[in-house]
């Protein structure tokens, strides 16, 4: 096999001083940070569409990147399999052990749902073969249920039963290749499963046939051996203009409505967290109080658009505070997959480079100054400080739930006035985060 990606050396450590393009500043993958390696912290991942698919094609004109990396045509078998070819000598190159699937990323979709199949077999057959031996494995795999048109009113969500079919034939053999893939956890993006108006939706049907939907996925990959985590990946909109899976408090309220809560978790999207009017923080926060944090897709969005841009992220106090709620997770189940692109204009073979180190660096530098955080302990300690007095007796006994209405009205009547709460103190421990982040990296 030919090297696809010669003007590109293999990617190292040279640390923050480094000038090379080429060479990670940050992400040093044999470190230790709170007694595990930055790789084990960092279990990165290549999502296979964006990079080895998205050639810069936007709603206003044609794709302005060559990414047939050798093969004639593209939407070919022939070039599927040059997508492989690239694929892993490009994680190769990164140090990156995993890569993210949906099944018509690995193969052009055919006509009928048979040939599709087939083609997946032999794609993943071949795939299996060129990553022995290697360190290279899936994170996660899904079904693409929202670009071909049958889709156009959802996928669980359908109004129609024969799409309701298709969409379980599509999950069916997804959740088959990521065990033969050996993946780490399989996803359920709404794409579609919304609505428009709610003069033609019938909502309770459709959240009931979704919920479903993800029950019988859940029972036939644990029939076959997979032994995963089932995720849902909010979004509040786009490309339907309100989809059920809004973020991750509504998420997490219809796991836990339909029983589903002890096989899923959540996989949060920076861009999509910013689509909900969260914070990314906020959205890992509430999933993990709720012991519902699993995965992470890493990316951020444009302040300036109100869309999905799947920039590559570059905001190193959003990494920062990513990764406290990371570690403070314990980790992911999972892992973290790089749901980004390169923007339009960027259309070489090296800007595909420059972009994952630009991601790579901003999550590593995001761990270090979280390890800080929790090392310096003030931001920390501020928190203990404000809640304190729910330490006391009465304060237990509320948390408890173990005092009344009537107790707390005594002590109220007792006291006459509230003494002053304990200040927020905000924006002094902005300056405490400003002051982690802008520290020098030792």
């Known amino acids: 096999m030919s090297e696809i990606f010669s003007n590109v050396p293999a990617i190292k450590y040279e640390g923050p001083d480094s000038k090379n393009p080429f060479a990670f500043k940050y992400y040093d993958p044999e470190k230790v940070i709170l007694g595990k390696k930055m790789k084990e912290h960092l279990p990165f991942a290549m999502a296979w569409w964006h990079n080895l698919g998205a050639n810069g094609v936007d709603m206003f004109g044609r794709g302005t990147i060559d990414k047939r990396f050798g093969a004639a045509e593209e939407g070919t078998m022939e070039h599927a399999k040059a ?10 190159k990164l140090g990156i052990e995993y890569y993210c699937f949906h099944d018509v990323d690995l193969v052009p979709e055919a006509d009928d749902i048979n040939e599709t199949n087939r083609r997946l077999d032999e794609l993943t057959d071949y795939l299996k073969e060129k990553t022995e031996g290697t360190n290279i494995k899936c ?41 033969k893939l050996g993946g780490r956890g399989y996803v359920f993006w ?71 809560d002890k096989d899923f978790k959540m996989n949060i999207e920076a861009n999509h967290a910013t689509l909900a009017g969260h914070t990314f923080q906020h959205e890992l926060r509430i999933s993990r109080i709720n ?25 190193v106090y959003d990494t920062t505070l990513a990764m406290y709620e990371i570690v403070k997770n314990g980790g992911l189940p999972v892992g973290i997959n790089f749901d980004s692109k390169n923007r339009r ?27 800080e955080i929790i090392e310096d302990g003030r931001l ?30 005594a002590r109220a009547a007792e006291l006459k006035a509230p003494k002053n709460p304990i200040s927020g103190q905000q924006e002094y421990l902005e300056s405490v985060l400003n002051n982690i ?3 020098g990296i030792k």
């Open 139 to 179: 994170l996660w795999g899904t079904a693409n249920m929202f670009s071909n048109p049958r889709f156009m009113n959802g996928a669980g969500s359908t109004n129609d039963v024969d799409v309701y079919c298709f969409a379980a034939a599509q999950v069916k053999k997804a959740i088959e290749l990521t065990v």
């Open 190 to 260: 709404g794409g579609r499963e919304g609505y428009e108006t709610l003069l033609n939706t019938e909502v309770k049907l459709e959240q009931e046939n979704i919920a479903n939907l993800m029950r019988m996925a859940r029972d036939y990959g644990r029939s076959i051996g997979f032994e995963g985590t089932f995720l849902i990946e909010p979004k509040p909109k786009e490309p339907m203009k309100h989809q059920y899976d809004y973020d991750a408090a509504t998420a997490i309220g219809f796991l836990r409505q339909y029983g589903l």
């Open 83 to 92: 997508k492989v070819d690239a694929g892993i000598e490009f994680m190769q």
């Open 380 to 409: 920390e300690g501020f928190v203990d400080k404000k809640y304190e007095s729910f330490s006391t007796e009465l304060g237990q006994k509320i948390r408890k739930g173990e005092t009344t209405l009537e107790e707390l009205a």
């Open 437 to 439: 982040v802008l520290s």
């Open 345 to 371: 204009p960027s259309n070489t073979y090296e800007d595909m480079f420059h972009a994952f180190i630009l991601g790579m660096d901003s999550f590593a530098f995001g761990l270090i100054k979280a390890a």
């Open 291 to 315: 012991d519902m944090l699993g995965s992470i897709d890493a990316n951020q969005g444009d302040v300036m658009l109100g869309w999905d841009t799947d920039c590559f992220p570059s905001n």
